[in-house]
């Protein structure tokens, strides 16, 4: 099993920063690609960015790349994502979300097995 933990979202003006954490715990973890998702209020999740665990490798959204910057410390266990210049169209519940299989850095959420509670981003215009 792994558990996962988001903390860090909050309200903010559009241009402004937060830094997102998701605290992981439980075995194998590390090998596993990490992702961030987003939800909406009336969407579906949307895939913002994925790294894997055991070398570094990143993937982001169109929406993401520029201005998010996904990255992990192993000693903290811990998967940060930082997103600067924000936008009110960033406004959403964000997740941390793990795929155990590990194989490719996936957008699409049904492949990944376990997901946190997510943290509220809001940004105000």
């Known amino acids: 099993q792994v558990q996962l933990v988001e903390s860090g979202g909050g309200l903010v003006q559009a241009g402004g920063s937060l830094r997102l954490s998701c605290l992981a715990s439980?075995?194998?973890?590390?090998?596993?690609?990490m992702g961030w998702f987003r939800q909406a209020p009336g969407k579906e999740h949307e895939f913002v960015s994925a790294?894997?665990?055991?070398?570094?490798?990143?993937r982001y959204a169109d929406s993401a790349k520029g201005r998010f910057t996904i990255s992990r410390d192993n000693a903290k266990n811990t998967v940060y994502l930082q997103m600067n210049s924000l936008k009110p169209e960033d406004t959403a519940v964000y997740y941390c979300?793990?795929?155990?299989?590990?194989?490719?850095?996936?957008?699409?959420?049904?492949?990944?097995?376990?997901w946190g509670q997510g943290t509220q981003v809001t940004v105000s215009s």
């Open positions: 979300a793990a795929d155990r299989a590990g194989i490719g850095m996936s957008s699409d959420p049904e492949v990944y097995d376990y």
């Open positions: 439980g075995r194998t973890f590390r090998l596993y690609v």
């Open positions: 790294i894997r665990w055991n070398n570094g490798d990143t």
